[in-house]
């Protein structure tokens, strides 16, 4: 396993803010997509026929080519142009979407941005209407986030913004390491690598001896770096792991902490703050 793939399985799943500090977007289900994705077609069908009818009351007289390259270009805008255009618009929602609570949003949890949009779009060209939905349903049922292929091509994944999001529990200080934790110089750490450990960490009691051990020094390899003067010799992975993203998360306490004091003072009070 290399020491990237280490640290890339783990960082699949949840989003990180902050210090290691993990977030769990809530997904949105198959049904719930499904159900967005009619409202959306349906509207799509409803352009289609009121484009149609103005086609053909502007352009009565037209020539076969004129009135192909028209099809075209109302097909291609509606179905392609028009979803493009409203989710860049709206970062990620469309009408579908906003009846049923969902939005659209990057692998990191940002806002999308045109070109995550009209990736989207192209794809699903083809995975909805020259599929019928197949290829859509399937990729939806078999990915961990419900993703349909364009989701996949353009690095995307749709959450319900109607679900709370659930922190996941920091790790504990291991005994015995405290004093070094504090004492030593912890650099902050990638999003990805750090999100990794706080995962591996939650996950570890049920992986397999075997690949338990694996992953959990190849992390420490991957965090040793950041990390200076090195852990007493002979402790285990896991608990420097533990340690690392422990003091990690204090530190940056302290620092909002102290940062929320110097605001405070140097800020009025609000007036509307009970």
Do not use: N
């Not at 290691?20 to 289609?48: C, K, N, Q």
């Not at 990729?139 to 993703?147: D, E, L, N, T, V």
């Not at 005994?175 to 030593?184: F, I, M």
Request: hydrophobic letters at 50%.
């Amino acid at each position: 396993m290399s020491t990237g793939a280490g640290y890339r399985r783990y960082a699949s799943d949840d989003i990180v803010t902050g210090e290691g500090v993990a977030v769990e977007l809530p997904v949105a289900g198959v049904a719930s997509r499904a159900a967005s994705g009619l409202i959306d077609l349906v509207i799509a069908a409803v352009a289609l026929i009121g484009g149609s009818f103005l086609a053909a009351l502007f352009l009565p007289d037209a020539s076969d080519a004129v009135v192909t390259t028209t099809t075209i270009l109302l097909v291609v805008g509606v179905t392609v142009g028009l979803p493009a255009l409203v989710e860049t618009l709206t970062r990620g929602r469309t009408v579908g979407k906003l009846a049923l609570g969902l939005r659209v949003v990057r692998d990191d949890g940002g806002p999308i941005t045109a070109r995550h949009a009209i990736t989207r779009a192209l794809v699903g060209w083809v995975e909805i209407y020259l599929l019928l939905g197949s290829g859509a349903l399937v990729s939806s049922i078999i990915s961990p986030r419900a993703k349909r292929l364009g989701d996949m091509a353009a690095g995307t994944y749709v959450v319900s913004q109607r679900a709370t999001m659930r922190l996941l529990p920091p790790p504990l200080m291991p005994a015995g390491l405290a004093g070094w934790a504090v004492g030593a110089d912890l650099a902050a750490l990638p999003p990805g690598l750090a999100i990794a450990v706080r995962q591996f960490l939650g996950r570890a009691p049920g992986l397999a001896p075997g690949s338990r051990e694996v992953l959990g020094q190849s992390l420490l390899r991957q965090v040793l770096p950041y990390v200076s003067p090195p852990p007493p010799a002979g402790v285990h992975a896991e608990y420097v792991l533990a340690a690392v993203i422990a003091d990690r998360r204090r530190r940056d306490a302290e620092r909002l902490a102290r940062e929320d004091a110097r605001r405070t003072q140097l800020l009025p009070a609000d007036p509307l703050q009970p």
